[in-house]
């Protein structure tokens, strides 16, 4: 046998769940039985999610908010990395599904003893995980477990610079929200692209719908690999993603604008002068948000560094959809846990 | 009495002197008596091999192989890396000092040539360490290296940075005669890279390594290479940038030799893509626009040098055919299922190679891209010059008095790369599955039948 293994799924069984506690009318139907990045959603599969974390929404701001309709299945959420938003959205959206929950984190469990990553997901899979939500500092590190693993289907909750499907699929949830169709929208992305799956993923998202992403930010955080050749060659997947330096010229007439947190680290590794240059050349403050954007939706994926890439007048400003962003994460993250761990997406039983 | 063996009827084809006619070759006592003509005077109780419709050539020569013992034997030993070495036509290999401990002494050297001997298989040929411990801060005993049998000084898969330490190991090593390898890679340009810098690092998430990493170590080298005379040998070059800095230094007369690997004359960095699902096929990267699957993040295509760009492998053949590379070399890197089994950051470097390395190399004469005689000049005589005298006339000829050293080739048999059936103890190959054309059917050192492919293929099905 190689040495790198692809196991052999088994097939999804058709047992729709009979009693759904949400109705929408149904789209196209899920065809994943991973989620690992947008790059393979169609645009029909993202509007069906969009559409039934609307319906979720409804569900989340009831009085009584728990359904019934995942009762018996399993959910694990395994984070090698620190998290407070994802991975409470993932628990909160198990339980209010009725869904048993289990949060395992790499310090206390036998990650910590030196246990791989493969045995650990097989593992998971034995005590009967039906769904396994993971965060992982290495790229790459849910596609490794989804090949590995015949009966658990894998959520990406955020993998190393690589990709970050859910929080993608809320950030269009919330544009969408409150901007409409989004063909033609600029979308300016603001800081440190290269490192940023959050970036990624919005990336592919964005192009998918029709968007148009505008990325700024300083030359060497930016993923200038990714963008090459995106005018000039056939079939390349960014073609419509534009490149500004200049925040000033970047944030006229956005929609959008989401600057990315800019860690310490990039300042540490010589990417950067320092924040406080970072800071003065392209933080999204009220004064560049007046001017030039007056009606854009801020937006950004948490957790911020306030006085850096974001002023905290414009993070907490009438602009500012940040918390909603938190909000609809539960929305979008219930609909996807419906969608994979049912067939049917349990909405038509 | 002496002991005879003819090779008969097969097509010999040896570039150290121009041979490429149908003949026999006849050995004796472990030594070439006769290459390409007909002999019809075989000492009776000769052991005759029939070569007909094959291409016999010299033994193959391989400058880049880790062997991995002592201190890693989960990985290789010398005994199951030569008998890979023998399987992929190579009767010679050149053991990398990367062990543990390092040969930066004669005694390990000693012990790598006693486990060889004890394998009796191919001709190992130690590398030592360019510095003491592979540390990159003093000298290593380059002449009692040298004495023990030492072909060359490397701290392989540490680049040699100081560029002051680097200039001192070109400069004392002329006393030995012997050359300077450097694994090129400027570190603070590489960091923690572990694919090329380029589209498919930045499509995974992933730290690359950009070509200028090694293109700026090579300069310096090149330049410190004509400033104290040394003999510089570059390991396993990548990019196009690098070909055109060795064939300028070639040009200047300067004492540079050059080496490449199958996988770097071939695959390109989209292998990391993923061809895992897709299984037995063609030797085609996957295509790098469509979105991932997971087979994505496929450690088995992580090795370094990072396979590179079409532009870079193009540049690469092409030096290889006009000489500015003087040697195909395996960089063989055989890693253990738990050292691939991980994440793409977790995985070690390194392809297994020794077994598919004609295969592969044959491709590129199957395509049309050179001649076949071109290829083997680079799998024998190519890397015997880098080695110099005592070698160039023993090794990598079928001149009368060399070692009877050869390979017995089929370039049109088509086979399937089963890594599951490797005498290697690494299986870590991306050509997994892959079918390759042109196949090695029996492999000769020192006049001894070492290597028949149907006996091993008796052997497997067993």
């Known amino acids: 046998m190689a040495t790198t293994r692809v196991a052999q799924e088994e097939p999804v069984t058709a047992t729709a769940v009979a009693d759904g506690g949400a109705t929408t009318a149904s789209t196209s139907p899920w065809q994943h039985r991973h989620l690992l990045d947008l790059d393979d959603v169609s645009t029909d599969e993202i509007a069906t999610v969009l559409q039934s974390a609307s319906a979720m929404k409804a569900v989340v701001q009831r009085d009584v908010k728990k359904v019934p309709t995942l009762r018996g299945r399993t959910v694990v959420t395994l984070f090698y990395e620190a998290s407070t938003r994802t991975r409470v959205s993932f628990e909160a959206a198990g339980k209010l599904l009725s869904a048993d929950v289990i949060n395992l984190s790499a310090s206390g469990s036998s990650a910590e003893k030196g246990e791989s990553l493969l045995d650990t997901v097989l593992t998971l899979q034995a005590t009967a995980a039906d769904l396994l939500v993971i965060r992982h500092a290495h790229s790459g590190a849910p596609y490794f477990a989804a090949r590995n693993l015949t009966r658990t289907a894998v959520i990406n909750a955020g993998d190393g610079a690589h990709a970050h499907p859910t929080q993608a699929l809320l950030d269009l949830f919330t544009m969408q929200e409150h901007l409409g169709s989004l063909k033609g929208r600029k979308v300016l992305i603001v800081g440190d692209i290269s490192h940023s799956r959050v970036a990624r993923s919005n990336l592919w998202g964005l192009c998918k719908v029709g968007a148009i992403p505008v990325l700024c930010g300083p030359p060497t955080l930016m993923p200038w690999d990714l963008l090459k050749g995106r005018t000039e060659q056939p079939g390349h997947p960014f073609a419509s993603v534009q490149v500004e330096q200049d925040i000033e010229e970047a944030m006229r007439d956005a929609d959008v604008v989401m600057p990315l947190r800019i860690q310490k680290e990039r300042q540490d590794a010589g990417l950067l002068p320092s924040l406080r240059e970072y800071a003065q050349q392209w933080q999204v403050n009220s004064e560049r948000l007046a001017r030039l954007a007056p009606n854009a939706l801020v937006m950004h994926p948490g957790p911020m560094n306030e006085g850096v890439e974001i002023s905290p007048e414009v993070a907490h400003g009438l602009q500012s959809a940040i918390e909603t962003q938190v909000t609809n994460g539960l929305a979008v993250r219930m609909a996807l846990l419906l969608l994979m761990a049912t067939p049917q997406g349990g909405l038509n039983g | ?462």
């Open chain 2, 1 to 462: 009495m002496a002991d005879s063996t003819l090779i008969k009827g097969g097509r010999v084809v040896d570039p150290s002197q121009g041979l490429d006619t149908i003949g026999d070759v006849l050995i004796t006592d472990g030594l070439v008596v006769s290459a390409g003509t007909i002999v019809n005077d075989a000492p009776k109780d000769c052991t005759v091999l029939d070569a007909t419709g094959l291409v016999v050539t010299p033994g193959f020569i391989d400058l880049h192989v880790h062997l991995r013992e002592p201190g890693q034997e989960d990985k290789e030993t010398v005994a199951t890396g030569a008998l890979a070495a023998v399987r992929g036509g190579f009767t010679t290999i050149c053991a990398m000092p990367n062990t543990e401990p390092p040969m930066d002494n004669a005694a390990v050297i000693r012990q790598v040539l006693d486990a060889a001997s004890q394998a009796g298989l191919a001709h190992v040929l130690p590398i030592g360490c360019a510095t003491r411990g592979r540390m990159g801060v003093d000298l290593a005993d380059m002449a009692e290296l040298a004495a023990a049998g030492a072909v060359g000084f490397s701290d392989d898969g540490s680049p040699i940075a100081d560029s002051g330490l680097m200039r001192n190991a070109l400069s004392y090593s002329t006393t030995t005669g012997l050359p300077v390898i450097n694994h090129c890679e400027e570190p603070s340009l590489s960091k923690d890279g572990v694919l090329h810098e380029g589209w498919v690092a930045s499509r995974l998430g992933l730290p690359g390594q950009p070509a200028a990493a090694e293109e700026s170590m090579v300069a310096r080298d090149i330049e410190l290479a004509a400033l104290t005379g040394g003999r510089l040998h570059v390991a396993h070059i990548s990019t196009a940038g690098t070909l055109k800095l060795v064939r300028r230094a070639k040009e200047r007369g300067l004492p540079v030799t050059a080496e490449v690997t199958p996988h770097h004359l071939i695959l390109t960095e989209e292998w990391a893509l993923g061809t895992i699902e897709a299984g037995a096929g063609e030797l085609t990267a996957p295509d790098k626009y469509a979105p991932l699957t997971r087979s994505a993040y496929d450690t088995r295509a992580k090795v370094n040098p990072p396979l590179r760009t079409e532009d870079d492998t193009e540049a690469l053949v092409a030096g290889l055919k006009d000489g500015t590379i003087d040697a195909v070399a395996t960089d063989h890197a055989p890693h253990t299922s738990t050292d691939k089994d991980c994440t793409m950051q977790e995985a070690a470097f390194g392809i297994s190679g020794l077994e598919t390395a004609f295969g592969l190399v044959n491709g590129l004469v199957d395509r049309g891209d050179m001649d076949l005689t071109t290829a083997i000049e680079r799998l024998t005589s190519g890397p015997a010059r880098v080695l110099g005298e005592p070698y160039q006339s023993s090794i990598g000829t079928l001149k009368p008095g060399a070692s009877g050293d050869v390979t017995v080739l089929d370039p049109d048999a088509e086979w399937v790369v089963d890594s599951s059936t490797f005498a290697s103890k690494g299986r870590n190959t991306p050509v997994d599955g892959i079918t390759l054309k042109g196949q090695v059917v029996k492999t000769i050192v020192g006049g001894r039948l070492v290597h028949d492919l149907q006996e091993a293929a008796t052997k497997g099905s067993a």
